[in-house]
């Protein structure tokens, strides 16, 4: 099936193409921005972007809106993800963490799915902790300060399907899968 991924991360795209061309679906990133609301969760954000959507784009779409929940931090950047990621960057994150001996944070994502104007919601998570300095140059944003539970390799330092078996979007983007189905 032919789905189209609207979001602006390419990153982002990346590894769903990696996740979804293996089980016969072709990915296209879709450059066509759809206003993120300030909400509490991630779910109402993706709600929000497929409505948007559904009057704009034809055939079937997907989109993500992902975060890093950081325990010490109250759960931030958590929702401001990719603010925090564009101002304060891993490096300003590390700094909030300095000291800091609870280090537990998750990955959550919620990837949106909208066929024919109907819409469905996946949702993944990925424990592990916010390592003391960044390590690898794979990936994308805070990559290289999250260490998977139970790896010893940061989402970083990790090749694309290895990532995508543990990770939140992988997990979210499998159930997704999952539901459509072999092609
Ligand atoms: P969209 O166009 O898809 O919205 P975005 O980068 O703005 O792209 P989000 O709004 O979902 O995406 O922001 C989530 C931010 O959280 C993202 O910019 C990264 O900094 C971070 N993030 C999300 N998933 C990540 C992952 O797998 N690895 C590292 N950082 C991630």
């Known amino acids: 099936m032919r789905i189209q991924f609207a979001t602006s991360n390419k990153g982002k ?3 769903v193409a990696a996740l979804l061309a293996p089980l016969g679906h072709e990915v296209v ?6 206003p993120e609301p300030q909400a509490d969760t991630l779910q109402e954000v993706v709600a929000s972007g497929l409505e948007w959507l559904a009057g704009k784009v034809e055939g079937t779409v997907m989109i993500d809106d992902s975060g890093l929940f950081i325990d010490a931090l109250k759960g931030f950047p958590g929702v401001f993800s990719a603010h925090a990621y564009k101002t304060i960057g891993c490096d300003g994150i590390l700094r909030l963490m300095e000291g800091a001996e ?3 944070a998750r990955f959550e994502c919620c990837a949106g799915l909208m066929i024919e104007g109907k ?3 996946f949702t993944g998570e990925s424990e592990g902790e916010i390592t003391g300095e960044s390590r690898g140059k794979g990936g994308f944003g ?11 390799q940061t989402f970083a ?3 694309v399907d290895v ?3 543990v990770s939140h979007r992988g997990r979210a983007f499998s159930a997704l899968a999952q539901f459509l189905g072999v092609p």
Do not use: T, V
């Open 13 to 15: 795209a990346f590894e």
């Open 29 to 34: 990133q879709l450059h066509e921005p759809y």
């Open 163 to 165: 990532k995508n078996r």
């Open 102 to 104: 609870e280090r537990r």
């Open 157 to 159: 330092e990790l090749p």
């Open 119 to 121: 819409c469905w919601l």
């Open 142 to 152: 805070f990559d290289p300060i999250f260490l998977p539970s139970g790896m010893s």
